[in-house]
């Protein structure tokens, strides 16, 4: 019994000391200098985590709850930080609360927590969300063509996904919410179209790299860093193990991943 309670106890503690952390650290990137445009502070917030470990599934969890992890990042929550801090520092009200007030708006469906299936779970239907709440503007449908492909991995694919690996009801959930982004377009930059197109992509802009798998939209994402007139990408890469800016230019990165079939580019507003 005693060390029931002291395993209670370690959890807790252990928690509440996380959230502390992450409250802090977050509240000393709100205090930095205030850059004159968002696309600076995406690359001055995104640099303050360089070097820091890519650790995958930390959303994942016995309960859908809005999770703040900042100690490590995959790429996706990494994008989706650094783009919720920028936000707030660049808001009427660059709080801790305001920061995770858009993280939820740019991670749940409505901005609502009612399970798993509430949590956008696709870069695209990510994007689209993001977009009508006027985070930011998807500058594929100007640049790109259409993608034209079915989006259904996640439910082709259950035995991936513990959540709803036996659970039919959530399972269901998953193949409703890919019929409703089956009817919205996706626009991309054809891989070999890109340097036809990249003097339009500036520093800040979220590059996602789309997918050749079938029923996969989007493999990888990150932030564009435009250096000495070239590009290359702030991430957390998965073959680095750590958030790093690329040593080798964006398009290089694109043209070595073979199952990269090109790059969807959005801005930040």
């Not at 106890?9 to 252990?14: D, K, S």
């Not at 930390?58 to 989706?80: N, Q, R, S």
Request: charged share 25%.
């Amino acid at each position: 019994m005693k060390t029931f309670f002291l395993f209670v106890f370690v959890c807790i503690f252990g928690t509440n000391l996380s959230a502390q952390f992450n409250q802090k650290l977050v509240e000393e990137k709100l205090k930095l200098p205030l850059n004159s445009s968002i696309d600076e502070t995406i690359l001055q917030i995104g640099q303050t985590f360089l070097g820091l470990p890519y650790e995958g599934g930390t959303l994942e969890g016995p309960v859908e709850k809005l999770i703040c992890k900042l100690d490590a990042f995959d790429c996706y929550t990494f994008v989706e930080n650094v783009m919720a801090i920028s936000l707030a520092k660049h808001s009427k009200q660059p709080t801790f609360e305001n920061y995770l007030a858009i993280l939820q708006d740019l991670r749940y469906r409505n901005s609502k927590i009612d399970g798993y299936a509430s949590r956008i779970h696709y870069f695209t239907d990510w994007a689209k969300t993001a977009e009508k709440n006027h985070y930011l503007k998807d500058l594929s449908p100007i640049l790109g063509v259409k993608m034209g492909k079915p989006i259904n991995f996640m439910s082709q694919h259950r035995n991936l996904y513990p959540s709803f690996a036996k659970d039919d009801k959530t399972l269901a959930e998953i193949v409703l919410m890919e019929k409703n982004l089956e009817k919205k377009a996706i626009y991309h930059i054809k891989k070999e179209d890109f340097s036809t197109y990249e003097p339009a992509i500036k520093t800040g802009d979220i590059i996602a790299f789309t997918s050749t798998v079938p029923g996969l939209d989007v493999n990888h994402e990150g932030f564009a860093v435009r250096k000495n007139g070239k590009l290359y990408l702030m991430h957390a890469s998965i073959e680095k193990k750590k958030v790093i800016i690329s040593e080798e230019t964006l398009r290089q990165y694109l043209t070595r991943i073979k199952k990269h079939a090109g790059v969807m580019v959005l801005r930040v507003n």
